[in-house]
């Protein structure tokens, strides 16, 4: 029986390609995105046709795709162009730790792929249900505040505070999680930080290397915890904001060990 299923995926975003990957469906994967960093060989193997808000529309068509996957309305003018040339695009828009484990289950089935889908998000739930039985046993939950842009200052998105909160730390602006464009997160006044008084400052500049010096020598953050105690870290944007597997393993294991290692030093 001929193969049902999209022969010729083209992944716009990194969490579809990493996915498919880790559910042994790459050779499906036509084009991929220049920003692609996981896994490591997509990037030898894989044509790169777009970044994130812009894609070379004549290329994607030449591949002659039979799926384009993309990430949130941010990608909706992409979209809109493959649609008018006939392309047929699936644009997921998930926000949250179970918004990335339903879009796993989801591309799954897409590629006939549902069982292996579903033992990946078994195991990818065990993971956080250990991470959080690790955190239970903390004598005191950090404040952290996570920046994910430093020009304007922008708070985590709404799967980076719930992913903190899994690994034992609190979100100093939970209230603006759930504004789903970065936008909606930017913080009017650059001394709102300070006044919350982080134990800890997580940066993760979406792709720029983070620098702690710049963070420590902001007007008015001398006598902010994170800074006084040098609790200021970075995890690589790779790891933590793409809504996909990265997140729910090697993204939150990064943020627990900078928890973990705050306890440690405080007994």
């Known amino acids: 029986m001929t193969?049902?299923?999209?022969?010729?995926?083209?992944?716009?975003?990194?969490?579809?390609?990493?996915?498919?990957?880790?559910?042994?469906?790459?050779?499906?994967?036509?084009?991929?995105?220049?920003?692609t960093v996981r896994p490591p060989r997509a990037r030898k193997e894989k044509p790169k046709v777009s970044a994130f808000t812009s894609a070379k529309v004549h290329e994607i068509e030449r591949l002659e795709p039979d799926l384009v996957i993309g990430f949130s309305d941010i990608q909706a003018d992409i979209a809109a162009a493959l649609?008018?040339?006939g392309i047929e695009v699936w644009v997921s828009n998930h926000r949250s730790v179970a918004g990335i484990?339903?879009?796993?289950?989801?591309?799954?089935a897409m590629v006939g792929a549902d069982d292996r889908a579903r033992d990946?998000?078994?195991?990818?739930?065990?993971?956080?249900?250990?991470?959080?039985?690790?955190?239970?046993?903390?004598?005191?939950?950090?404040?952290?505040?996570?920046?994910?842009?430093?020009?304007?200052?922008?708070?985590?998105i709404r799967w980076v505070s719930e992913l903190l909160a899994i690994a034992g730390g609190d979100?100093?602006?939970?209230?603006?999680?759930?504004?789903?464009?970065?936008?909606?997160?930017?913080l009017a006044d650059p001394l709102e930080p300070a006044r919350r008084d982080p134990d800890i400052v997580i940066g993760s500049w979406c792709g720029k290397k983070f620098r702690p010096d710049h963070?420590?020598?902001?007007?008015?953050?001398?006598?902010?915890?994170?800074?006084?105690?040098?609790?200021?870290?970075?995890?690589?944007?790779?790891?933590?904001?793409?809504?996909?597997?990265a997140a729910l393993?090697?993204?939150?294991?990064?943020?627990?060990?900078?928890?973990?290692?705050?306890?440690?030093?405080?007994?």
């Not at 990194?14 to 084009?31: A, H, K, M, N």
């Not at 979100?171 to 930017?186: H, T, Y």
């Open 3 to 35: 193969d049902p299923f999209p022969q010729r995926i083209v992944c716009l975003t990194e969490e579809s390609t990493e996915t498919l990957y880790l559910l042994g469906e790459q050779d499906r994967i036509v084009g991929i995105s220049g920003f």
């Open 83 to 85: 649609i008018r040339r």
């Open 101 to 108: 484990l339903a879009y796993m289950r989801r591309l799954g």
């Open 120 to 156: 990946l998000c078994r195991r990818a739930q065990a993971h956080l249900d250990l991470v959080a039985a690790q955190a239970a046993r903390l004598p005191r939950r950090p404040r952290v505040y996570f920046e994910e842009w430093d020009e304007p200052n922008i708070s985590g």
């Open 171 to 186: 979100d100093v602006f939970p209230e603006l999680a759930r504004e789903s464009l970065a936008k909606g997160r930017i």
């Open 215 to 245: 963070v420590a020598a902001r007007p008015g953050w001398a006598d902010v915890a994170a800074v006084r105690d040098g609790e200021l870290h970075e995890v690589k944007s790779a790891l933590i904001l793409q809504p996909g597997p």
């Open 249 to 267: 393993f090697d993204g939150i294991d990064a943020l627990s060990a900078i928890i973990q290692r705050w306890a440690a030093r405080r007994g």
